[in-house]
């Protein structure tokens, strides 16, 4: 499985990005071991994800997700928790 996400950084930024190992990309981005730009920004705190089946897709959803601004970023990320916390399938990584 290929996952697009967004961190959301110790300063309050917002951090797109792509894996096929969540929960290892968030470890590697907590760690300092993960991108350049999370590196002095931990903690980061995962904020929302989606699942693909090939690496393509989540490659191209972040790409989308990326040209958005703070504010459609922020109201994705709202809608998704809040959907995903009715349906009872959030599950805080």
């Not at 959301?8 to 300092?32: F, I, P, V």
Request: aromatic share 12%.
């Amino acid at each position: 499985m290929n996952y697009t996400y967004i961190l959301q950084c110790s300063d309050g930024t917002y951090y797109t990005g792509w894996t096929n190992d969540l929960e290892k990309r968030l470890d590697a981005h907590n760690t300092g071991k993960g991108a350049k730009y999370t590196k002095t920004r931990r903690p980061v705190t995962l904020m929302y994800y989606e699942m693909f089946a090939t690496k393509e897709e989540a490659m191209k959803r972040e790409y989308a997700i990326k040209q958005l601004n703070r504010k459609k970023k922020t109201e994705l990320i709202e809608k998704w928790r809040g959907e995903n916390k009715k349906n009872n399938v959030l599950q805080e990584k």
